[in-house]
């Protein structure tokens, strides 16, 4: 897909599924292909999310397209900010560490969020 000027791949992430941090990881694991060895927590999420545009990195089924991003189009993301307050700020968070430590390594940023009721 793209924007007019930014290529881009969706993503969907169901938050209704999120429930708890395994409900977290477990939906982000699934949607993205992370690696059986994927540690399930912030830590891994945010190295595995960092690689989107590297498919040799091995750290995610999803990849963005060539100079462009990845978009995780939020669904029922005001519930979800209600029922799971540490872990939407904690999305929002990681995300935004995700671009800042790519621009800190020269890259480009590779994830974009988007939210939907």
């Known amino acids: 897909m793209t924007n007019g000027s930014v290529p881009f791949k969706q993503v969907a992430i169901d938050a209704s599924e999120i429930r708890d941090w395994p409900s977290f990881?477990?939906?982000?694991?699934?949607?993205?292909?992370?690696?059986?060895f994927y540690g399930r927590n912030m830590d891994a999420w945010i190295d595995s999310m960092t690689d989107l545009d590297d498919p040799s990195a091995g750290m995610s089924k999803v990849h963005s397209p060539p100079d462009g991003?990845?978009?995780?189009?939020?669904l029922n993301?005001?519930?979800?900010?209600?029922?799971?307050?540490?872990?939407?700020?904690?999305?929002?968070?990681?995300?935004?560490?995700?671009?800042?430590?790519?621009l800190e390594q020269g890259s480009a940023p590779v994830l974009a969020l988007s939210y939907h009721e």
């Open 77 to 102: 993301a005001k519930a979800f900010s209600k029922r799971c307050p540490e872990q939407y700020r904690a999305l929002n968070d990681c995300s935004a560490f995700v671009n800042w430590r790519r």
């Open 69 to 74: 991003i990845v978009l995780v189009k939020v």
């Open 25 to 36: 990881h477990a939906v982000f694991a699934k949607a993205f292909g992370f690696p059986d």
